[in-house]
């Protein structure tokens, strides 16, 4: 257990923020060999289709784990204020929460998938494939729920280290099944789904064992296998509106990823791939909020604000000279990587991935200040301001691709990113200041 409440604070941060990031570039990375696979054994079409159920996975997996993030929040308080017990009966209530959403979201899904399909006009050639593939990676909500928990669970008493050998297991697992099933047994892009859910399962499981072994503190006593009315309560509270903030965001993705089914393959599929290269980039931004959102929940739960506000300081400059290396990344090396996903050298492709880089990372230093602010936000247990940031990352990119989609055509969808995240990250950064000061009085 780390207590985050004493000693240097940036090296603290840090160093629970880089087993996070490292982390992210797993899970991301093995998304983009999971393309690479498809790519060389399936074709552009299973890329693009990939890109199209993207979003739509976005919006599912980003409200499992804000809400599991939320769950976190008030554990990470609990361990803050030196109160285990407190602690344990959170983790028990958040642990049939999740058994209930995930069992939820799996039927409702499945149900409703063709639906959702068709709304966002998927191409007639691509459907059949994308609908396959989503309907799998719905059977793995649970899993994703129970990772995502008790990696929550470890981050919250400052152990961000653990997670990460455990998603590496799950990476490595992902992508040797992946092979297996695409390259060997030519299940494509099914095959992908299956690898996925799989490793997720090996990820839960191994996370759970962890945790009862390592930190049998935290095992829950027989007294405490009891729901309770006021920690659900506080539970959906600040959770479900943190999984509402993932799902607006990924609501207007979903938005704009039904002008982009406009476009051509080759545009889908460019606008996929280059969205995945950048989701490994910035995950510095989430790797260091992710770090700032525990200090500051930890520090919350001690009284200590003078940590908090030196914290946010110190994470604010360090975003700005990271923002720096990220554009410089995209510049040199965004296109070349673009390259490996096909197998003869595709223009169109291409084209379509160097037109989003270009549209998109001079916005970065933006980005980084707005995942930064937004999750110390959520350190301080702000769950509405979260989601509020969702619905204006919801309207900006509405509002971009409805207005300027039919004058510019592709070139609008790729600046619905950047314009969005320069407004939603003033909203942020100007929200933060308000309602911190404001906690303090309470």
């Given at each position: 257990?780390?207590?985050?409440?004493?000693?240097?604070?940036l090296s603290?941060?840090?160093?629970?923020?880089?087993?996070?990031?490292?982390g992210?570039?797993?899970?991301?990375?093995?998304?983009?060999?999971?393309?690479?696979?498809?790519?060389?054994?399936?074709?552009?079409?299973?890329?693009?289709?990939?890109?199209?159920?993207?979003?739509?996975?976005?919006?599912?997996?980003?409200?499992?784990?804000?809400?599991t993030?939320?769950?976190?929040?008030?554990?990470?308080?609990?361990?803050?204020?030196?109160?285990?017990?407190?602690?344990?009966?959170?983790?028990?209530?958040?642990?049939?929460?999740?058994?209930?959403?995930?069992?939820?979201?799996?039927?409702?899904?499945?149900?409703?998938?063709?639906?959702?399909?068709?709304?966002?006009?998927?191409?007639?050639?691509?459907?059949?494939?994308?609908?396959?593939?989503?309907?799998?990676?719905?059977?793995?909500?649970?899993?994703?729920?129970?990772?995502n928990?008790?990696?929550?669970?470890?981050?919250?008493?400052?152990?961000?280290?653990?997670?990460?050998?455990?998603?590496?297991?799950?990476?490595?697992?992902?992508?040797?099944?992946?092979?297996?099933?695409?390259?060997?047994?030519?299940?494509?892009?099914?095959?992908?789904?299956?690898?996925?859910?799989?490793?997720?399962?090996?990820?839960?499981?191994?996370?759970?064992?962890?945790?009862?072994?390592?930190?049998?503190?935290?095992?829950?006593?027989?007294?405490?296998?009891?729901?309770?009315?006021?920690?659900?309560?506080?539970?959906i509270?600040?959770?479900i509106?943190?999984?509402?903030?993932?799902s607006?965001?990924?609501?207007?993705?979903i938005?704009?990823?039904?002008?982009?089914?406009?476009?051509?393959?080759?545009?889908?599929?460019?606008?996929?791939?280059?969205?995945?290269?950048?989701?490994?980039?910035?995950?510095?931004?989430?790797?260091?909020?992710?770090?700032?959102?525990?200090?500051?929940?930890?520090?919350?739960?001690?009284l200590?604000?003078?940590?908090?506000?030196?914290?946010?300081?110190?994470?604010?400059?360090?975003t700005?000279?990271?923002?720096?290396?990220?554009?410089?990344?995209?510049?040199f090396?965004?296109?070349?990587?673009?390259?490996?996903?096909?197998?003869?050298?595709?223009?169109?492709?291409?084209?379509?991935?160097?037109?989003?880089?270009n549209?998109?990372?001079?916005?970065?230093?933006?980005?980084?200040?707005?995942?930064?602010?937004?999750?110390?936000?959520?350190?301080?247990?702000?769950?509405?301001?979260?989601?509020?940031?969702?619905?204006?990352?919801?309207?900006?990119r509405?509002?971009?691709?409805?207005?300027?989609?039919?004058?510019?055509?592709?070139?609008?969808?790729?600046?619905?990113?950047?314009?969005?995240?320069?407004?939603?990250?003033?909203?942020?950064?100007?929200?933060?200041?308000y309602?911190?000061?404001?906690?303090?009085?309470i």
């Open positions: 257990m780390k207590d985050m409440t004493k000693g240097p604070i603290q941060i840090l160093s629970f923020a880089i087993f996070i990031f490292i992210g570039m797993l899970q991301n990375l093995y998304l983009i060999v999971d393309s690479i696979i498809l790519g060389q054994y399936v074709g552009e079409n299973a890329i693009a289709a990939v890109g199209i159920a993207s979003p739509i996975n976005f919006v599912v997996i980003g409200f499992l784990i804000g809400v993030q939320g769950f976190s929040i008030n554990m990470a308080k609990s361990f803050g204020e030196n109160n285990l017990a407190k602690f344990r009966q959170y983790l028990y209530n958040s642990i049939i929460l999740c058994i209930i959403i995930g069992i939820i979201f799996t039927v409702v899904l499945s149900w409703t998938n063709g639906y959702i399909l068709q709304i966002i006009n998927t191409p007639a050639h691509l459907f059949d494939m994308t609908h396959n593939f989503l309907f799998i990676l719905y059977l793995g909500c649970i899993a994703n729920l129970f990772y928990l008790f990696a929550g669970v470890l981050r919250s008493i400052g152990n961000s280290f653990a997670p990460l050998i455990f998603l590496a297991i799950s990476v490595i697992s992902n992508v040797t099944i992946a092979y297996i099933f695409v390259a060997i047994f030519n299940l494509g892009i099914i095959g992908t789904g299956w690898a996925t859910v799989i490793s997720q399962i090996i990820a839960a499981t191994s996370c759970y064992f962890y945790i009862r072994k390592k930190y049998p503190e935290l095992t829950i006593n027989k007294n405490e296998n009891n729901l309770e009315k006021s920690f659900i309560e506080k539970l509270k600040q959770g509106p943190m999984g509402m903030q993932f607006f965001t990924g609501i207007g993705i938005i704009v990823q039904t002008f982009l089914n406009d476009f051509s393959t080759n545009h889908i599929a460019g606008f996929s791939v280059a969205s995945r290269i950048q989701n490994i980039i910035i995950y510095v931004f989430v790797a260091l909020g992710s770090g700032l959102s525990t200090f500051i929940s930890q520090n919350y739960g001690a200590k604000f003078n940590r908090i506000d030196k914290a946010v300081k110190m994470s604010t400059i360090l700005i000279f990271l923002s720096i290396f990220t554009i410089a990344f995209v510049y090396l965004g296109t070349p990587i673009a390259k490996l996903f096909t197998k003869e050298e595709n223009l169109d492709f291409i084209g379509a991935s160097q037109t989003y880089f549209s998109v990372m001079w916005a970065y230093p933006i980005l980084g200040l707005l995942i930064v602010y937004r999750n110390a936000l959520q350190g301080y247990g702000f769950p509405i301001s979260a989601m509020f940031a969702g619905i204006v990352e919801l309207v900006m509405v509002l971009v691709v409805i207005i300027f989609t039919g004058s510019y055509g592709f070139l609008a969808i790729c600046f619905s990113d950047s314009i969005t995240w320069t407004v939603t990250g003033i909203v942020l950064i100007f929200a933060y200041y309602l911190a000061k404001h906690k303090r009085k």
